[in-house]
């Protein structure tokens, strides 16, 4: 029979690295005025540390009058002793430590190779100090990013930036980031801002590191070459693309000096050549929200959930989305047949679909709280269309809930997306609607280009 003793154990250990009984290990933590002299034992360390065991069995550790001697004037004696209590008694306490100190912490363990509180601190930082993150989020990320163990950690710091950008992009230390370090940011497809907003925040950082004046018309023949330079690693990773035409207009022509001329001759043509298609071998648009969609971005997913909830649409932002849109059926992928519509979307419950009416900007879609399945109308007080004059600009959109609600959806083998009398029958769109407000979707019979149709699942 075998009996467990482990915390009379523990507390035995504990004793011993309080009384210093036999100690071997003499070690400096700290530097000048917190300088102290800490006593351990070398048998213990080399058991519970790779980096004690390095040092004892390669014989680097200095030796003096019989006792090994080292030196960590990098680790104070405060986190010293949290360190060697958990070496002894497997006892860490971190509840009454500053989110800097853990991390400072969390560096001290990595040094010495003690793998299982890599782990715990970083998930202990990462459940209950997060908003150390909003202290010194550049100073932070580098750090993480200089230590190849701290996966989570590194993990959670970028998921958070990408989520909140402007809690790096509005720091005062963002002008002190390392090119690789905001070179890895931009190369992101999931940062929640809009992309002129990376750009100016790009054009921010760069005139710091040159000292040069936010003010092109004043730059010399220097000036512009020191500034093309800098911008050129980070030019191929902006979605010049996804910006609006005033913007690129205002913004971003104005640094035509700076920027290739093949490029600024291809956005011009974009912007000015009607349904010019952008070129090709570009980085995608940064997916913010991980939404599967050629026709609708992040920044409309709030305004769904809004709308699908009869709330202001400030109420939502991309934290507390209740939804996932996932894509169920693409008409320019899937085929434009009514049957295949059918079959991914019928039995799939609560479905918003989203179309674009050729050669303009305009999208319309509706929401569909039902399902599609069956061959009759259905009934729901919930359902709404909804149209956006401009699909890039969601200031243009109107939403109309549903007025006759036992003709609010209309299921049948034949038809698409029909909402009232906003039909899709056979791929042919018509609007004579008197079932929803008038949102402005065109009347009478109209082209649609493509039409997606997303999932609605609660999270």
Same mark, same amino acid.
């Given at each position: 029979?075998?009996?467990?003793?482990?915390?009379?154990?523990?507390?035995?250990?504990?004793?011993?690295?309080?009384?210093?009984?036999?100690?071997?290990?003499?070690?400096?933590?700290?530097?000048?005025?917190?300088?102290?002299?800490?006593?351990?034992?070398?048998?213990?360390?080399?058991?519970?540390?790779?980096?004690?065991?390095?040092?004892?069995?390669?014989?680097?550790?200095?030796?003096?009058?019989?006792?090994?001697?080292?030196?960590?004037?990098?680790?104070?004696?405060?986190?010293?002793?949290?360190?060697?209590?958990?070496?002894?008694?497997?006892?860490?306490?971190?509840?009454?430590?500053?989110?800097?100190?853990?991390?400072?912490?969390?560096?001290?363990?990595?040094?010495?190779?003690?793998?299982? /509180?890599?782990?715990?601190?970083? #998930? *202990?930082? !990462?459940?209950?100090?997060?908003? @150390?993150?909003?202290?010194? +989020?550049?100073?932070?990320?580098?750090?993480?990013?200089?230590?190849?163990?701290?996966?989570?950690?590194?993990?959670?710091?970028?998921?958070?930036?990408?989520?909140?950008?402007?809690?790096?992009?509005?720091?005062?230390?963002?002008?002190?980031?390392?090119?690789?370090?905001?070179?890895?940011?931009?190369?992101?497809?999931?940062?929640?801002?809009?992309?002129?907003?990376?750009?100016?925040?790009?054009?921010?950082?760069?005139?710091?590191?040159?000292?040069?004046?936010?003010?092109?018309?004043?730059?010399?023949?220097?000036?512009?070459?020191?500034?093309?330079?800098?911008?050129?690693?980070?030019?191929?990773?902006?979605?010049?693309?996804?910006?609006?035409?005033?913007?690129?207009?205002?913004?971003?022509?104005?640094?035509?000096?700076?920027?290739?001329?093949? /490029?600024?001759?291809?956005?011009? #043509? *974009?912007? !000015?050549?009607?349904?010019?298609? @952008?070129?090709?071998?570009? +980085?995608?648009?940064?997916?913010?929200?991980?939404?599967?969609?050629?026709?609708?971005?992040?920044?409309?997913?709030?305004?769904?959930?809004?709308?699908?909830?009869?709330?202001?649409?400030?109420?939502?932002?991309?934290?507390?989305?209740?939804?996932?849109?996932?894509?169920?059926?693409?008409?320019?992928?899937?085929?434009?047949?009514?049957?295949?519509?059918?079959?991914?979307?019928?039995?799939?419950?609560?479905?918003?679909?989203?179309?674009?009416?050729?050669?303009?900007?305009?999208?319309?879609?509706?929401?569909?709280?039902?399902?599609?399945?069956?061959?009759?109308?259905?009934?729901?007080?919930?359902?709404?269309?909804?149209?956006?004059?401009?699909?890039?600009?969601?200031?243009?959109?109107?939403?109309?809930?549903?007025?006759?609600?036992?003709?609010?959806?209309?299921?049948?083998?034949?038809?698409?997306?029909?909402?009232?009398?906003?039909?899709?029958?056979?791929?042919?769109?018509?609007?004579?609607?008197?079932?929803?407000?008038?949102?402005?979707?065109?009347?009478?019979?109209?082209?649609?280009?493509?039409?997606?149709?997303?999932?609605?699942?609660?999270?």
């Amino acid at each position: 029979m075998s009996s467990k003793f482990l915390a009379e154990l523990s507390n035995d250990y504990e004793k011993l690295f309080e009384t210093e009984i036999g100690y071997d290990v003499i070690i400096h933590a700290g530097e000048g005025q917190n300088r102290k002299e800490i006593h351990a034992h070398s048998n213990i360390l080399c058991i519970r540390s790779q980096y004690f065991r390095s040092a004892f069995s390669n014989e680097w550790a200095e030796k003096r009058d019989g006792k090994f001697i080292f030196k960590k004037p990098n680790i104070s004696p405060q986190l010293f002793n949290i360190i060697l209590r958990f070496i002894y008694c497997g006892i860490i306490e971190l509840k009454n430590l500053q989110g800097p100190d853990v991390l400072e912490l969390l560096i001290a363990v990595d040094e010495l190779n003690i793998n299982s /509180l890599v782990s715990h601190i970083q #998930e *202990f930082l !990462i459940e209950h100090k997060t908003e @150390f993150l909003q202290q010194n +989020p550049t100073g932070i990320l580098e750090t993480v990013y200089q230590h190849e163990t701290f996966t989570d950690l590194w993990n959670f710091c970028l998921e958070k930036i990408c989520e909140e950008p402007k809690i790096l992009f509005s720091s005062d230390k963002f002008i002190s980031l390392k090119a690789p370090l905001l070179e890895f940011l931009l190369k992101r497809d999931d940062i929640n801002i809009d992309e002129i907003e990376i750009w100016e925040n790009l054009l921010k950082w760069c005139f710091a590191q040159q000292n040069i004046k936010d003010d092109s018309t004043k730059w010399s023949k220097e000036d512009i070459i020191r500034v093309e330079r800098e911008l050129y690693r980070f030019i191929p990773l902006i979605r010049f693309y996804d910006i609006e035409p005033t913007d690129f207009f205002y913004k971003v022509y104005c640094y035509k000096d700076v920027l290739p001329q093949d /490029l600024i001759h291809n956005l011009l #043509e *974009f912007y !000015i050549v009607p349904n010019m298609k @952008f070129k090709t071998n570009l +980085p995608p648009s940064r997916n913010r929200y991980h939404l599967d969609s050629t026709l609708i971005e992040s920044k409309h997913v709030p305004i769904f959930a809004s709308w699908i909830e009869r709330k202001d649409s400030s109420h939502y932002n991309m934290k507390n989305i209740p939804y996932d849109f996932k894509l169920l059926y693409r008409s320019n992928r899937d085929g434009t047949d009514t049957k295949t519509f059918h079959e991914n979307c019928d039995n799939k419950g609560a479905t918003i679909w989203v179309a674009k009416i050729k050669d303009s900007t305009q999208i319309i879609g509706g929401y569909n709280p039902l399902d599609w399945n069956g061959n009759n109308w259905k009934t729901t007080t919930d359902s709404f269309i909804f149209n956006f004059t401009d699909g890039k600009n969601i200031s243009t959109a109107k939403v109309g809930y549903v007025i006759n609600q036992k003709s609010a959806v209309f299921c049948y083998g034949t038809y698409g997306p029909t909402m009232g009398n906003l039909h899709c029958n056979r791929n042919k769109w018509s609007n004579s609607d008197c079932n929803y407000p008038n949102v402005g979707i065109p009347e009478n019979n109209f082209t649609v280009e493509y039409y997606e149709v997303f999932q609605v699942i609660n999270k």
